[in-house]
């Protein structure tokens, strides 16, 4: 006979048990709802605007340094921020006034739409078309940014009270050519250079060292150096006429920016193909004045790091991000300069470096045009 009084006891019995099990598993899950909460209210929003593309290897490093910069200070992509990027490729495919508008134009909906809690530009067509215009435009609603390689005093814009107190949201890093110690680099590895041409493209960033160089170079020691001439050219036909012309005329060739030559029909030159010219057709030494130069051919380049730069505004950037105020941080040059050799170009010019010089190089390039 079935004792139904304890079957009840015992259905019920585990019908109490199984609604326990389910209110205990209830209270459980959400204890790690607010951690996971809390993280994502926490991540940063950070937003990069490159004037030029990756095809520019400054542009690359850059990128890669302020990447560096936030991870020395903590900050891990996808941990602790998300990383927006636009390249306005100014240098190669939009180079005219009216493509940099569009571009800056494109940038900033881009910009807008993310809506970031700091914003990076690095040179400066970025810093004038999309930084300073963001601020001009959205008074009211600040958004913290850092420059990085910005060759024209960035008090000329109205948001930027000092170099000392900027005053307002932009803060940063300026570039400026190491004229000093390159030239010091190039009478040490050439005693009996005494004269220098300095050659460049006619583009923005190269007019506006040129400028500044105008204003504080000629003053500047340099020692037995003579700058015999700084000249800037729009066409790459114009630029192997100056070479030739100063074969017997200095000692050495200094180069700035050769990316936007153009040629007869109005189109930029590739770099590569400046450089090949180069390489076949002239007989001194060369100095560049940025340090990814001799990766692509130059001798010898002295001058600021890419890499170098970008960590140190991504530092700073970090800084701001856990508080500081950008209208009270200096905007300075960092002097964060390499000096790189190529062995290749030396070969082929029949020079031999002493091993101590190679040694304490950055960086020596075995190949012409190569990492």
Not at 92 to 109: D, G, K, S, Y
Request: with cysteine; hydrophobic share 45%.
């Amino acid at each position: 006979m079935i004792d139904l009084r304890s079957n009840f006891r015992i259905k019920l019995g585990f019908a109490l048990a199984l609604v326990a099990m389910v209110i205990a598993v209830a209270c459980e899950a959400p204890k790690s709802e607010p951690e996971d909460a809390g993280a994502v209210d926490e991540t940063h929003r950070i937003f990069v605007v490159h004037s030029y593309s990756t095809a520019f290897p400054w542009t690359a490093d850059l990128h890669e340094g302020i990447i560096n910069g936030l991870s020395e200070s903590g900050l891990n992509p996808d941990r602790d921020y998300q990383l927006q990027t636009f390249y306005m490729d100014t240098r190669i495919n939009f180079t005219t006034p009216e493509q940099i508008q569009e571009r800056a134009a494109e940038a900033l909906e881009a910009l807008q739409d993310f809506a970031p809690d700091i914003l990076f530009v690095t040179d400066d067509i970025a810093i004038e078309h999309v930084a300073v215009r963001y601020a001009e435009q959205n008074p009211s609603d600040p958004l913290s940014t850092v420059f990085a390689g910005v060759n024209v005093d960035p008090t000329v814009y109205a948001p930027i009270s000092s170099l000392d107190v900027p005053g307002g949201s932009i803060t940063g890093a300026l570039e400026r050519i190491p004229y000093e110690e390159a030239f010091a680099t190039a009478q040490r590895l050439f005693p009996d250079a005494t004269r220098v041409v300095i050659i460049g493209d006619a583009g923005s960033a190269t007019q506006s060292a040129r400028a500044a160089f105008m204003l504080g170079g000629q003053s500047a020691d340099y020692g037995p150096i003579e700058v015999v001439d700084f000249l800037l050219f729009e066409e790459f036909e114009q630029r192997k006429s100056a070479v030739a012309e100063f074969q017997d005329k200095a000692d050495f060739i200094a180069i700035l920016n050769f990316h936007q030559l153009r040629d007869a029909g109005g189109a930029i030159v590739a770099p590569s193909e400046v450089v090949d010219w180069m390489v076949a057709n002239n007989d001194l030494p060369e100095i560049g004045l940025l340090a990814d130069w001799a990766r692509d051919g130059i001798l010898v380049a002295v001058g600021n790091s890419g890499l170098k730069t970008g960590a140190y505004v991504g530092a700073l950037g970090a800084d701001i991000l856990d508080g500081a105020d950008p209208a009270t941080t200096p905007i300075v040059d960092p002097k964060q300069t390499d000096v790189n050799f190529n062995l290749a170009r030396a070969r082929s010019l029949g020079i031999e470096f002493a091993a101590d010089e190679v040694d304490a190089a950055d960086m020596a390039f075995e190949a012409i045009g190569g990492r």
